[in-house]
């Protein structure tokens, strides 16, 4: 049973540019969660995809967007990048939306933008 | 809105001793999911363990346990037997049980950071 995985591991963009940052899920599940993780702060919702549409958002603006593919896999695309987008950006998959029995994460990607 | 509370931001126990990690949490609902997660320095969050709100009965995991107050809306991890693989960054997390869009995240404490000390 493969974990989530995510690519790259670390990034550095320029302000302004975009970014695309790429998540598969655990086999078996069918939901994806992406959550931003600014240093020494908790993780923060961003929005959760399901059955390839977003069924879930936090506060972020619309130059957040997001993709799920028929695998379950999942894009994470930022636009625009500005400095305070710098964070560690976590990707979560679960057997369902609910999320019951919690979720499996993958180990990041640090993204600096400078 | 929910908010979940970690008054600890560093604790540091013995090897072999016993650690307990605070969370409290405000919430008006009366269904919902507690989790503690730990992330060690390769920032995988892993889940250590669960509780249900409607379940009574503390959950435990081997070595990790909580004591789960719901009227006081607390919910400390203990860990027995500390291990130096516990050292980590831990989190406490809270999950409505309501299925609607926006109740479909986890709401995060800022973490307790944990050592231990050989």
């Known amino acids: 049973e493969t974990g989530v995985t995510q690519s790259p591991t670390h990034l550095i963009k320029t302000r302004g540019q975009q970014v695309t940052l790429r998540c598969s899920s655990q086999?078996?599940?069918?939901?994806v969660s992406w959550y931003q993780q600014a240093l020494g702060q908790g993780p923060q919702f961003i929005f959760q995809y399901y059955r390839e549409e977003e069924n879930g958002r936090g506060n972020f603006p619309p130059r957040f967007s997001g993709l799920q593919f028929p695998n379950y896999s999942s894009e994470l695309n930022v636009n625009a990048l500005e400095l305070d987008d710098s964070a560690l950006y976590l990707c979560a998959s679960s057997f369902s939306p609910t999320a019951n029995y919690g979720y499996t994460f993958g180990s990041g990607t640090r993204l600096t933008v400078v | 809105a929910q908010t979940v509370t970690q008054s600890q931001p560093e604790m540091s126990v013995q090897e072999a001793e016993t650690v307990t990690l605070s969370c409290t949490y405000d919430?008006?609902?009366?269904?919902?999911?507690l989790f503690w997660y730990k992330q060690p320095p390769s920032r995988q969050m892993i889940l250590v363990i669960r509780?249900?709100?409607?379940k009574q009965q503390n959950a435990t995991e081997n070595r990790f346990s909580v004591n789960f107050q719901k009227a006081a809306k607390s919910f400390s991890l203990k860990i027995s037997d500390s291990q130096l693989g516990d050292a980590a960054m831990y989190f406490c997390?809270?999950?409505?049980?309501?299925?609607?869009?926006?109740?479909?995240?986890?709401?995060w404490g800022l973490g307790t950071s944990l050592a231990v000390n050989p």
């Open positions: 919430t008006s609902e009366s269904d919902y999911y």
């Open positions: 086999s078996g599940h069918n939901t």
């Open positions: 509780q249900e709100a409607y």
């Open positions: 997390a809270y999950r409505s049980a309501a299925d609607a869009g926006n109740n479909r995240k986890l709401i």
